[in-house]
């Protein structure tokens, strides 16, 4: 729960996040819709129950509604399969990524370079490894999913030795979500439920 009530319009804010209309949030909280529509507009000062109740059942709402399209990290940062060693390097400091998807036509996702495959290559091919590109070291690629798959799901699937996955939109590949951004959300929900 927020340490700080929030105001009507937060509150109003809250819900659509959540993809909730008035009705339904009023359901979850055991109040009526007429009660959240006054809330939302300002016309009546609830009680302090009554808030908490509202407030706890968004954020049971969100916590286990929230999906890929929420939390990605785009636009997406890839590699073309031509693109030299050096340049995936640069790419990849400057980012701070330990892995990059490599596009192909139609912007494909057809491979993905790790750090583990750059060090490899260069300990393989030491001078040479510099002349070589995006499609000599790639890696399959990482596992693809839809934009409304849900954190449970992406959770159980980062938690094997996959350290990311590619959400598509449209078919198309759109963002990146790492174990990283994982770790994120659930410390910042977990910091929430330990200061209320």
Do not use: C
């Not at 969100?62 to 785009?74: C, G, L, P, R, T």
């Not at 890696?139 to 693809?144: A, E, Q, R, T, V």
């Amino acid at each position: 729960m927020l340490s700080i009530f929030p105001s009507p319009e937060e509150i109003k804010a809250l819900r659509k996040k959540a993809r909730l209309t008035q009705q339904e949030l009023a359901k979850k909280a055991g109040v009526s819709q007429s009660l959240i529509a006054r809330i939302e507009s300002g016309t009546v000062n609830p009680r302090l129950s009554t808030l908490i109740r509202i407030m706890k059942a968004l954020e049971e709402y969100v916590e286990s509604e929230i999906i890929a399209e929420d939390i990605m990290s785009q636009p997406l940062i890839y590699a073309s399969p031509d693109e030299k060693i050096e340049h995936i390097v640069r790419k990849m400091w400057d980012h701070a990524i330990s892995q990059l998807p490599v596009l192909g036509p139609n912007n494909s996702v057809i491979g993905t370079i790790f750090e583990r495959d750059i060090i490899e290559t260069f300990i393989k091919y030491k001078n040479k490894a510099l002349q070589l590109s995006a499609k000599d070291i790639m890696s399959d690629p990482l596992p693809m999913i839809q934009p409304n798959t849900k954190l449970s799901r992406i959770t159980s699937i980062l938690t094997n030795e996959i350290p990311a996955v590619i959400v598509l939109k449209n078919e198309k590949p759109a963002g990146i979500i790492t174990r990283s951004d994982i770790m994120r959300i659930y410390t910042e929900w977990l910091k929430r439920k330990a200061n209320p």
